[in-house]
């Protein structure tokens, strides 16, 4: 007797198998017919775009600061050396000179990159993007095995929560270095109200970086993730629901700030190097 396709009896080549757990039997790596390749690419141009840029920049050591409009670059700040020029240091100098392989922001660097490169949502994007693991959704990862987060260095993600406060703390100086700007230097020598360009780029830079912290999946267990009792504690429910309102969009503001930290610091090298002028709204 002949099977045929409509026979109940025919073996299904998609169904489960006896040794597979009840998964189905797929040797292709996806049945998708989209490009799913393409967000991952995307990311890895965009991450690889920052880390390159943010890379020269924090080295180059000059052209980070604009004296008459008091406008300080955010991958110099704060700057606490002996190397920083007059006027950039906003909370003293009291490291000594350092040599150009140290950035002059080297206290603040590595806190920042730490709390990136730990966030939720870039883990995502650089684990598919440079590591395929996976690559996209319904993609199978070419590893041929998973141990998750739980082995060095990847158990260090664990540490996110730490930088996070780091980071909250970094957001206060680059607010602080934000309102220093709108003083602009009068011509007796004096300091006035000033608004130009510049301010209004530093600014936007600063709300951008605080929607991201505002928005990290940390800020949102520590307003509420250890209450019992919502009813018992209303102002912290209540932040915790701006906070997680603001986390729906914590992938969106992680952009952003990426290109706001870009163009913040390029428009500030420009102005400070002469290449071109600040266009000045008020002095």
Same mark, same amino acid.
């Given at each position: 007797?002949? !099977? ?9 080549? &998609?169904?489960?198998?006896a040794g597979n757990a009840g998964r189905a039997d797929i040797g ?7 490009? @799913? ?7 890895? %141009? ?13 080295? @180059? ?39 150009? @392989? ?10 920042? %990159? ?14 598919? &993007?440079? @590591? ?17 987060? !739980? ?43 000033? %608004? ?5 780029? %530093? ?10 912290? &505002? ?8 307003t509420g993730g250890r209450l019992k009792h919502f009813s018992r ?20 503001? &992680? ?8 163009? !913040? ?9 002469? !290449? ?8």
């Amino acid at each position: 007797m002949t !099977t045929t396709a409509h026979d109940p009896a025919a073996k299904d080549p &998609a169904a489960p198998s006896a040794g597979n757990a009840g998964r189905a039997d797929i040797g292709a790596r996806t049945l998708r017919r989209d490009r @799913w390749w393409l967000p991952p690419l995307v990311n890895a %141009l965009g991450l690889m775009t920052f880390v390159v840029y943010a890379t020269i920049r924090s080295f @180059w050591g000059s052209a980070y600061y604009v004296p008459e409009y008091h406008y300080l670059s955010p991958f110099y700040s704060p700057c606490f050396s002996a190397s920083c020029v007059p006027g950039a240091s906003h909370f003293g100098t009291f490291l000594p000179e350092f040599p150009p @392989w140290i950035p002059l922001a080297v206290l603040s660097l590595p806190f920042l %990159l730490g709390f990136r490169l730990t966030c939720y949502y870039y883990r995502k994007s650089y684990y598919r &993007a440079f @590591w395929a693991s996976p690559p996209a959704c319904a993609v199978s990862e070419p590893h041929s095995k998973y141990t998750g987060e !739980t082995r060095f260095p990847l158990i260090l993600q664990n540490a996110h929560r730490y930088f996070f406060y780091v980071a909250v703390l970094i957001s206060v100086i680059n607010t602080y270095d934000m309102v220093v700007a709108f003083q602009s230097d009068a011509p007796d020598g004096s300091a006035r109200f000033g %608004l130009g360009l510049g301010n209004l780029i %530093l600014l936007v830079n600063v709300i951008g970086l605080w929607l991201y912290t &505002a928005s990290c999946h940390s800020c949102r267990h520590v307003t509420g993730g250890r209450l019992k009792h919502f009813s018992r504690h209303p102002v912290r429910y209540k932040v915790w629901t701006v906070v997680s309102r603001l986390n729906t969009r914590h992938m969106l503001f &992680a952009w952003i700030t990426i290109g706001t930290l870009i163009l !913040t610091d390029l428009y500030i090298m420009l102005v400070a190097s002469g !290449t071109i002028s600040d266009l000045r709204i008020v002095n």
